[in-house]
T-cell receptor, first 114, second 116 residues
């Protein structure tokens, strides 16, 4: 079974600064998908960014980028120019290429301070 | 963007009764839907994978006779919690995979279930 580990239960960052959230995973699969989701207090899950394992290029979405290290099974999220609205729980997630076995990490609670 | 709805958003039921939660993809067809459970301040735990027209695949430790899942159409999946007990109180979230886009997964807003 796949496992996803987020070792930082809580993090904080000053507004406009940069923060990196860590995620490691364990799998024997070669092709899979990785995701970062944001869950604000409303509890609506919002996709932040996704990465296909077969792509070597790191995904970017505006202020959000990932550092995907396939050999090390590491998938960290970098948030640049942090904004107050970025305050939320962030979950790293893994899905098999067969579109099943979705696994989430324990989450990191990010607080952006003014 | 694609929208997934859940109904009800909040339900209170008495111990021993059953409650049904609906998950609908409003503007796309979902060949696969997932059901998750989330306890307070915890992560999402996958309960089952639901494919249209076939039986759901339950995760280990999830009682399929207690959590009945029906995926009757490409836009609707239901989760029925049968003979609910207080320990079933939780936040239930569904998600839907858009057909044709292998990794486009859209989440519903969740349903808070309280069993008294």
């Amino acid at each position: 079974a796949q496992t996803v580990t987020q070792s930082q239960p809580e993090m904080s960052v000053q507004e406009a600064e940069t923060v990196t959230l860590s995620c490691t995973y364990d799998t024997s699969e070669n092709n899979y998908y990785l995701f970062w989701y944001k869950q604000p207090p409303s509890r609506q899950m919002i996709l932040v960014i996704r990465q296909e394992a077969y792509k070597q290029q790191n995904a970017t979405e505006n202020r959000f980028s990932v550092n995907f290290q396939k050999a090390a099974k590491s998938f960290s999220l970098k948030i640049s120019d942090s904004q107050l609205g970025d305050t939320a729980m962030y979950f790293c997630a893994f899905m098999k290429q067969q579109l099943n076995d979705m696994r989430f990490g324990a989450g990191t609670r990010l607080t952006v301070k003014p | 963007g694609a929208v997934v709805s859940q109904h009800p958003s909040w339900v209170i039921c008495k111990s021993g009764t059953s409650v049904k939660i609906e998950c609908r993809s409003l503007d796309f067809q979902a060949t696969t839907m997932f059901w998750y459970r989330q306890f307070p301040k915890q992560s999402l735990m996958l309960m089952a994978t639901s494919n249209e027209g076939s039986k759901a695949t339950y995760e280990q430790g999830v009682e399929k006779d207690k959590f009945l899942i029906n995926h009757a159409s490409l836009t609707l999946s239901t989760l029925t919690v049968t003979s609910a007990h207080p320990e079933d109180s939780s936040f239930y979230i569904c998600s839907a995979l858009r057909g044709g886009s292998p990794y486009e997964q859209y989440f519903g807003p969740g349903t808070r279930l309280t069993v008294t």
